[in-house]
């Protein structure tokens, strides 16, 4: 299995990106998407998840700001980040997992985002 992330890179305060995740190499039904990130000094954080069924959560931090998604016949989730701040700086990570059996937990590579003031 492989999770290809893309989509990071540097923006001013104010501006948008949006990550990609793509998943393969398995089936994913029934499985939650989800992005994290880690700062520089700091834990890892969720920051949004999606269900198979498009049921989403978003992080208070990022309320209003991020927005999940996923296509499920290409087995890609997203994060469109809007009005981004300098305190979103950190590697975004993506996550594929399943809770039920056969149960899976899988993460791709960090992509960078960087916030200038």
């Known amino acids: 299995v492989q999770l290809q992330a893309s989509g990071g890179g540097s923006v001013q305060a104010g501006g948008s990106l949006r990550l990609s995740c793509a998943a393969s190499g398995g089936g994913f039904g029934s499985s939650i998407m989800a992005w994290y990130r880690q700062a520089p000094g700091k834990q890892r954080e969720l920051v949004a998840s999606v269900t198979s069924g498009g049921v989403t959560k978003h992080a208070n931090s990022v309320k209003g700001r991020f927005t999940i998604s996923r296509d499920n016949a290409k087995n890609t989730v997203y994060l469109q980040m809007d009005s981004l701040k300098p305190e979103d700086t950190a590697v975004y990570y993506c996550?594929?997992?399943?809770?039920?059996?056969?149960?899976?937990?899988?993460w791709g590579q960090g992509t960078l985002v960087t916030v200038s003031s």
């Open positions: 996550n594929v997992r399943r809770i039920v059996t056969p149960r899976f937990d899988y």
